[in-house]
């Protein structure tokens, strides 16, 4: 019976699936043998100012071996132009959507966890109220394997985890730490020019964490190697008691 209405009427599915933060080996297996089977894989890439394709996802996918020609690159414009990029999701999705009406299996890739603070959730959004069967394979995301990296936790017993991103300033983050807990701060753009000063200042013990598995990681909790670092997109912060120097042994992590 399931065939038949199959055939009659083909109704393929979105499928939003984690690839983790960088290193390859954080694939989970079901993402794996879901872009194994997937007819078109979905890869968010930006331009850069040189009219350059970036995508830490590309760099993923074909670490794992995934046959290229089922790459569909979806160029989004590094603008903070949201109607642009709107128009430009809007196109993206109706490509999404003809594949699923065409009956193909679609995998919509992303960093991290694929409904952590992911572009892929207003994918599905849409694809859900246009009837089109839509799914999520989830991931680790970034601060999780920045901890791991440092060997550190999270939270222990009662501790509690805010998570914050974009900041309007580092009074927010001081505010959310006097909760008490761990505080994670993702997007660090908005405050890119007070992090230092800041951190050293209010002398809190901090784990700061760039390009997490990927080429030029840098994880630090040594207020000394951060000063001069040009805080790029892919970094956050951590900040709890878990993330003191430890004596005697490396503060920093670094494969740049
Ligand atoms: N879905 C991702 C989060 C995407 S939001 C996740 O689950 O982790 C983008 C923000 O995530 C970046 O600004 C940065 O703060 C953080 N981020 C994502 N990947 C990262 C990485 N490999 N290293 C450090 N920070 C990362």
Redesign the pocket.
């Known amino acids: 019976m399931r065939n038949r209405i199959d055939t009659v009427m083909p109704c393929g599915c979105l499928c939003g699936v984690s690839l983790g933060?960088?290193d390859p080996e954080l694939v989970t297996l079901k993402a794996l043998r879901f872009l194994e089977r997937a007819d078109v894989i979905c890869c968010p890439a930006t331009v850069d100012g040189r009219g350059a394709l970036q995508s830490v996802a590309i760099d993923i996918l074909c670490d794992l071996g995934l046959p290229e020609e089922r790459f569909r690159i979806m160029a989004l414009p590094m603008s903070e132009n949201r109607k642009l990029a709107e128009a430009e999701y809007r196109e993206h999705f109706r490509q999404i959507a003809a594949d699923c009406r065409e009956g193909k299996t679609v995998a919509l890739v992303?960093?991290?966890?694929?409904g952590?603070?992911?572009t892929v959730s207003a994918m599905i959004r849409l694809a859900e109220n246009e009837g089109i069967p839509c799914s999520l394979i989830p991931?680790v995301?970034?601060?999780i394997a920045?901890a791991a990296s440092s060997c550190i936790p999270v939270a222990l017993q009662d501790d509690r985890v805010r998570i914050l991103a974009m900041v309007k300033d580092v009074d927010e983050i001081e505010r959310a730490l006097r909760e008490g807990g761990t505080v994670v701060v993702?997007?660090?753009s908005t405050i890119r020019e007070y992090l230092v000063s800041w951190l050293a200042a209010s002398g809190h013990s901090f784990l700061y964490?760039?390009?997490?598995?990927?080429e030029g990681e840098f994880i630090t909790s040594d207020i000394d190697a951060l000063r001069q670092r040009p805080i790029p997109?892919?970094?956050?912060l951590v900040c709890s008691p878990y993330c003191r120097p430890k004596a005697g042994s490396q503060n920093t992590v670094t494969n740049e």
């Open positions: 933060p960088g992303s960093i991290g966890d694929a952590f603070y992911s991931g995301p970034a601060f920045a993702m997007k660090l964490a760039e390009k997490v598995g990927m997109y892919f970094s956050l």
